[in-house]
């Protein structure tokens, strides 16, 4: 079997599809930035609040670097785990890594309610993510072995997608 990363935007579905896409290959699921908080012992916005940007990123590189190292899983990054040069080099060597591509206008329709992102709470969140986007986008189809267009199907229906990519690919076999 293979370790599977999803990469992409805040609010594209990381955590949501890689859940339901570990569920379904029968695999562990790990979402990155639960692990980097239990290392800390606070949120990641406290931390990065209170150690700022650098030494929040230091810490993301380390954990990682641990969790790429799995034999196999499915794993759900951060939004900015692609910033670090490092980090696009493990995950594109370790794992098979899938892109959930989201535009900016989708991710903000998704997430316009949500108050829990402290990317969002500015004044115009909308012209954030699309900074975020022009900025991440190349680091993203970089690292990726796959794009999947989010668009508007449902969880189901990506989990789906990724599945058929991977048997395309002859990384895991048809059920």
């Known amino acids: ?13 990381k955590s949501t599809v890689g859940r339901q896409l570990a569920r379904r290959l029968q695999l562990p699921f790990v ?17 990065f609040e209170r150690e700022g940007e650098d030494r929040f990123r230091d810490i993301e590189e380390a954990v990682l670097d641990e969790l790429t190292l799995q034999p196999s899983g ?23 890594v899938v892109y959930l591509h989201s535009s900016p206008e989708e991710v903000f329709r998704r997430l316009r309610h949500d108050q829990h992102r402290p990317l969002l709470q500015v004044a115009d969140p909308l012209a ?27 969880v189901s229906t990506l989990v789906n997608m990724i599945i058929m990519q991977l048997e395309l690919a002859g990384l895991i076999q048809a059920p």
Do not use: K, W
């Not at 499915?74 to 098979?96: D, H, I, K, M, Y």
């Open 128 to 154: 954030r993510l699309r900074d975020l986007y022009s900025a991440r986008d190349p680091l993203y189809r970089e690292t990726a072995h796959f794009v999947i267009e989010t668009g508007r199907p449902s």
């Open 74 to 96: 499915v794993l759900s990054t951060g939004g900015g785990a692609v910033l670090r040069p490092a980090n696009r080099q493990r995950l594109r060597e370790r794992t098979q």
């Open 31 to 47: 979402d990155s930035d639960h692990a980097i908080e239990e290392r800390l012992g606070c949120s990641i916005r406290q931390y």
């Open 1 to 13: 079997m293979t370790s599977i990363s999803l990469i992409g935007l805040p609010g594209s579905g």
